[in-house]
């Protein structure tokens, strides 16, 4: 049952991705003012493959938290920013089963090719650690690292001043050294983001 759930996932995911390929083609008008900081954050569901060297491989759908992004513009069209996304999984290693959360910190430019219509590029570094509502003693507050890469898009759904909601589609891939040898992730996630610009906010702070 899990594994047609993961797939049904999948193919929702290419659905999406799809129709953002091929909707109609829209000249770059821009409805919302995107200038200076932003600060983004995102959450909701993923399909998950786990697979670690010394165990079985797993297969299941979870959630997406927390998902955050600190940019700059640097035009209308275009930002860099460090991501941080975030992919939580059920952990079946040494000591007890738990949640955990596959986490980086990557580098990433997101482009706007219409108004509403934006694709995202990244790679960074994975961090694979616990989380902070299911870890019972100091034993199990550990970190393990090594590479991620991240790729998605989104379509934007309502906007308002300096706050925008938008839909996203997103694949996340790291890899972690753990003590039960090399794990590797690869989740396809279902999201909605919220994002602020915060220029004018600073400006009239200032």
Partial sequence: MIRRNTEFLRLLFFF????????TEQSFAQTSERTGYVFSISGGISSLQLTT????????????????KFGWMLNPKTEISLYIPGNVYS?????????????????????????????????????????????RNKSEVKFYFGPSV??????????RKNMVIDLQGRIH???????????TL???DF??????????????SS
């Avoid at 999406?16 to 909707?23: D, G, N, Y």
């Avoid at 995202?120 to 989380?131: C, E, P, R, Y």
């Fill in 16 to 23: 999406f991705i799809s129709f953002l390929f091929f909707k």
């Fill in 53 to 68: 060297s010394s165990l079985s491989d797993n297969s299941e759908i979870y959630y997406s938290i927390p998902n955050v």
């Fill in 91 to 135: 952990y079946i290693g040494s000591g007890r089963h738990r949640d955990r959360i596959f986490e980086g910190l990557l580098p990433s430019v997101q482009y706007w090719y219409a108004d509403k219509w934006w694709v995202l590029g990244g790679a960074g570094l994975t961090i694979d650690g616990m989380t902070f509502y299911d870890t």
């Fill in 173 to 183: 891939a790291g890899s972690s050294n753990i003590p039960e040898g090399k794990r």
């Fill in 150 to 159: 991240v790729a998605g898009t989104g379509y934007e759904v309502w906007s």
């Fill in 186 to 188: 690869l989740a396809f």
């Fill in 191 to 204: 999201l909605v983001g919220v994002n602020w610009y915060l220029f004018q906010i600073i400006h009239f």
